[in-house]
């Protein structure tokens, strides 16, 4: 197995040239539309969602042929949900992957309209992953569907922005942090096992692990938003802080919350007991998550 810091780096070098080819040109009309995907797509994410999924298929026998529309198109939604969290009338940012954020660059409108782009090209590409004998390609689309709208993506950003200038109860938080983080990083994994027929065990493990490594990524991205600055994140420090966000470290504690964060890691590393040796790859990647600095 290939050191960490290899297998990322190749891993995103890999889905950076499988969604170049997935996207349109930045020449083909609207060539605005266009240019602004690629701008918000192309900045320079970790694509630890489309590495998991690929983990996930590898870990279930799969191959990353088969998971690669998968992987790619949970990268385009994810960077559609960044487009709209930073736009005015949500989060209101103005830097994302350490450039200057989509409506900075081409407004609002096209803001707005690139991410409506990007998320209809995700469930494009979903469409294309080979059907197995135990999950339809259909079921992949629904579960990339039911992550997507109300129940999870964007209602936990509704709830979000419903709780700023609030002391959230802990389990309010919970819920935004699930809907908002977590969901669409344990449908990641679930695309990658689908596309690898996984069974329902092995589709239940990624999903225990999934929401416990979601919520400590959380956990930890908020521990870094108080502690790190805006050049080392990439993007704005402090916005927690700022607009009186309910946060772990700000309900917990910085110590509190680290060790929440460590006990999520514990019990994602529980979730794959079922998969011995083939679970490696993952649980190296939920140590990453949790001993990240940016």
């Known amino acids: 197995m290939s050191d960490l810091k290899t297998y990322l780096a190749q891993r995103r070098q890999i889905i950076d040239a499988a969604l170049d080819q997935y996207l349109p040109t930045a020449e083909t009309r609207p060539v605005s539309l266009h240019k602004a995907m690629r701008h918000s797509l192309f900045a320079g994410g970790k694509r630890l969602r489309p590495i998991l999924t690929l983990a996930a298929a590898e870990a279930c026998g799969g191959s990353m042929e088969n998971a690669m529309p998968s992987a790619c198109a949970v990268e385009c939604l994810h960077t559609y949900s960044l487009i709209h969290d930073d736009l005015p009338c949500m989060d209101d940012d103005e830097m994302r992957r350490g450039v200057p954020t989509c ?32 999950h339809t390609t259909a079921a992949m689309v629904a579960e990339l569907a039911r992550t997507s709208g109300s129940l999870h993506l964007v209602g936990g950003q509704v709830a979000d922005l419903e709780g700023e200038q ?3 109860p802990l389990e309010d938080l919970r819920f935004i942090h699930e809907g908002k983080t977590a969901a669409l990083l344990t449908t990641s994994l679930q ?9 329902a065990e092995e589709l239940k493990a990624l999903h225990d692990f999934g929401m416990s490594t979601g919520l400590a990524f959380q956990i930890i991205d908020d521990l870094l938003d108080v502690t790190q600055t805006s050049e080392k994140l990439g993007k ?3 916005k927690d802080v700022a607009s009186e966000k309910s946060t772990y470290p700000a309900l917990m504690g910085l110590e509190a919350s680290r060790a929440e964060a460590h006990r999520l890691t514990a019990a994602a590393h529980e979730a794959l007991t079922i998969f011995g040796d083939q679970g490696a790859r993952l649980r190296q990647l ?9």
């Open 286 to 294: 939920a140590d990453y998550l949790l001993n990240r600095d940016y």
């Open 236 to 238: 704005s420090a402090g």
């Open 166 to 168: 609030k002391k959230l």
């Open 103 to 134: 409506h900075i660059v081409y407004g609002e409108a096209i803001a707005l309209l690139a991410g409506d782009a990007l998320q209809a090209l995700a469930f494009e590409l979903t469409a294309q992953t080979p059907a197995t004998r135990r």
């Open 191 to 199: 695309l990658g096992a689908m596309s690898a027929d996984a069974s």
